[in-house]
């Protein structure tokens, strides 16, 4: 008994790396969602013909930067099978955070907390917004995945910085294009929430994309630090996992 006692606590000490990696991604997705509302204004050093003196972001930005630096610690310490698997739940967390969000919209208001119509216009995300979200998520947490084990297995293990740039960089890039289009151009077709001019989509894919891909660059040492004490400290396998 004392020996298959042991044997449990070893693998849940184990596991603490996993566990933790992805509590961060959903923990930073769903942090994402919930800031996603404030826009930030971000200026540009010089104008340029395609970009307006400012740049438009939403504030989530930040916080969905480390789901891409989770996954990506993820995918080359667990393999792509695992990585697929904390995505797609993390998918269905984001209708859990919807769905509590609303009802707490809907449940009646004490005039103890905050006004109803400040709460609900602050925490109610629109329709357009939240299929944009989704639909962009979705696809570019999959493509993340998907290139960063595809260039892990080509290249035998070797470049981390490649496979996470590459798939960071590409994966962004889908993610910006699919959310900017979807939210503020196509679903505002069919008469749900506010359809902006072709120029001012176009304007707000490089302003984030350009933001993203700062913030992309950046975390590659963060990547490499994560895995290489995990590794270094023997929480975590000693070499890449590209058959799962």
């Known amino acids: 008994m ?12 184990a596991d603490w790396p996993k566990i933790a990696l992805a509590a961060v991604f959903v923990t930073s997705l769903v942090t994402a969602q ?20 400012e740049i438009l972001v939403p504030a989530g930005v ?28 993390g998918f269905l967390m984001n209708f859990v955070m919807l769905a509590l969000v609303w009802l ?4 009646p208001a004490s005039p103890a907390g905050a006004p109803q119509e400040e709460f609900a216009s602050v925490l109610g995300l629109s329709t357009n917004i939240v299929v ?32 996470n740039l590459g798939s960071t960089v590409t994966s962004q890039l889908l993610d910006t294009v699919i959310f900017v289009s979807l939210a503020f151009a196509l679903v505002p077709l069919v008469g749900v929430g506010e359809a902006l001019p072709a120029a001012v989509v176009l304007q707000l894919i490089l302003g984030q994309y350009l933001v993203k891909l700062a ?12 895995v290489g004490w995990l590794r270094g400290n023997d929480f975590a396998p000693p070499e890449p996992v590209y058959g799962g």
């Open 132 to 163: 944009g979200s989704l639909a962009a998520y979705v696809v570019s947490q999959n493509w993340d995945v998907f290139v960063f084990h595809g260039i892990g297995a080509r290249t035998e293990g070797r470049f981390l910085w490649l496979r």
């Open 34 to 53: 919930m800031i996603a509302v404030k826009v930030m204004a971000l200026p540009v050093p010089e104008a340029s013909p395609l970009l307006s003196p």
């Open 215 to 226: 913030i992309a660059v950046a975390d590659t040492p963060v990547v490499y630090a994560v």
């Open 104 to 107: 707490a919209i809907a449940a």
């Open 62 to 89: 930040l916080a969905y930067a480390f789901t891409f630096v989770a996954s990506d610690c993820y995918t080359e310490l667990y393999g792509r099978r695992s990585a697929v698997v904390m995505v797609n739940i």
């Open 2 to 13: 004392d020996e298959s006692k042991g044997s449990g606590n070893a693998s849940t000490s």
